[in-house]
């Protein structure tokens, strides 16, 4: 096999779909959002990358709130929807039946299996890097609460098979998660070169 020299991108597979929230002129708002990391566990910190002219930006910016939602794959076509259409011409506030936990400017989706209410505690904006005129806020968020219908987790914790999650991947396509492959943090303490 030849190793290929391609261009130069964000080849992160897979990409997790979230469905952000925020309010923006005193209503609930979202967007489907494929940028989103972990970067601490204690306290739990996740960084959300959204393009610096969105709709949800305006809110994010003036509450220092903002929800991640996780949807499952039965999801696939709202979350495309409120990825596809701006609260800038649209009024997203209807398309999901929300709730609030502590933070009142973070709505949350009531049908999603996993609902995140983060308040931000620090912003960057990628325009002093980026090569376009505009560039991403990146949103570094505390997770101040998290949320899950019982019939979604297992011991507690929000199931995999369960909750169904869907991915993203470069070339605009949605792909169901696939088969159990082994145990993390275990499965290569026997590893040995062949
Ligand atoms: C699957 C998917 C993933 C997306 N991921 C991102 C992302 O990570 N960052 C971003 O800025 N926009 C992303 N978008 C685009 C926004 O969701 C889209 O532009 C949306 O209309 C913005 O809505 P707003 O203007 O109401 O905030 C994504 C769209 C889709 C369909």
Redesign the pocket.
Known sequence: MTKNKIRPGVYVYPMP?SIIGTIVKGKP?F?????INVVEYKPPLIAI???ES???NLGIKENQTFSVNIPSEGMVEVA?Y???????EID?SEVFEVFYGELKTAPMIQHAPINLECKVVKSINTTEFSEAERG?EIFIGKVVGAYADEYYLTNGIPDITKVKPFI?SIDNKYWKIGEFLGSAFSIGKTYKKE
């Open positions: 779909v708002t967007m489907a959002l494929a940028w990358s959204s393009f969105h709709y949800t495309d409120v990825g596809v259409v701006s609260g800038k997203k991403h993203f």
